[in-house]
């Protein structure tokens, strides 16, 4: 089956601060990463569409200036949550599809902003 | 986007089948419907998708309206492994692909 990893699983960092997830397809190759946040109790919510080598496409509301997404391969996208502030604790999900398939998620990062 | 609206919450005894139900009535004619589940603290796990006939797999059964407005994940035998969040969605075939999650429905497996 496809495989998708996140790292790190879990993340604390100081308001202000910088935190970059990653996320990995790990047998297969991404034509398109998906990159989600989740609050206690509720649904996903969709953040941003990437694709390899061109800018990600963000929903209407999320900042794209402090939710910076880099796809440098079609293994990987990375999720980089600048100058963080207690508001940005979250659960944060990627995905990634090969196209007209299905979407497969990774498992999760925590991040906890102190 | 298409939305789906699940209800929020369902109760079933372990050993019983389960028959969740999902309502997309704006759904277009190349929607594809997808069913995802979630347990805490994890990423969705797919479960099953199809776009006008009935599908099985190993996990679930899904029966589809013949209108397609409306679609039914069946899991034949709740064991309390299946305690989790249901998501029914619909996906696209042109564009971004990308998944529009509902409120889901949280499965209670009673032993």
């Known amino acids: 089956g496809a495989v998708v990893s996140q790292h790190p699983s879990w993340v604390i960092c100081k308001s202000g601060t910088s935190v970059k997830i990653e996320c990995r397809s790990l047998?297969?190759?991404?034509?398109?990463m998906f990159w989600y946040r989740q609050f206690p109790k509720q649904s996903l919510m969709l953040m941003a569409t990437?694709?390899?080598?061109?800018?990600?496409?963000?929903e209407q509301g999320v900042e794209k200036d402090k939710f910076l997404i880099n796809h440098a391969s079609l293994t990987l996208s990375t999720l980089t949550v600048t100058s963080a502030h207690p508001e940005d604790s979250s659960f944060y999900i990627c995905?990634?599809?090969?196209?007209?398939?299905?979407?497969?998620f990774g498992p999760g990062t925590r991040l906890t902003v102190t | 986007d298409a939305k789906t609206t699940q209800p929020n919450s369902m109760e079933s005894n372990e050993e019983e089948p389960v028959h969740l139900p999902c309502n997309h009535s704006?759904?277009?004619?190349?929607?594809?419907i997808h069913w995802y589940r979630q347990l805490p603290s994890q990423g969705p796990e797919y479960v099953i998708h199809?776009?006008?006939s009935n599908v099985n797999n190993r996990m679930a059964s899904l029966a589809i309206a013949e209108d397609r407005k409306s679609s039914t994940l069946i899991l034949h035998r709740a064991t309390l492994r299946d305690a989790a969040v249901y998501y029914c969605?619909?996906?696209?075939?042109?564009?971004?692909?990308?998944?529009?999650f509902g409120t889901g429905t949280r499965l209670k497996v009673l032993a």
């Open positions: 995905s990634a599809t090969r196209g007209t398939y299905e979407q497969y």
């Open positions: 047998d297969f190759q991404a034509t398109t």
């Open positions: 990437s694709n390899e080598g061109s800018k990600a496409t963000y």
């Open positions: 704006t759904i277009s004619g190349t929607d594809y």
């Open positions: 199809g776009l006008t």
């Open positions: 969605i619909l996906r696209a075939t042109s564009g971004t692909y990308k998944y529009i």
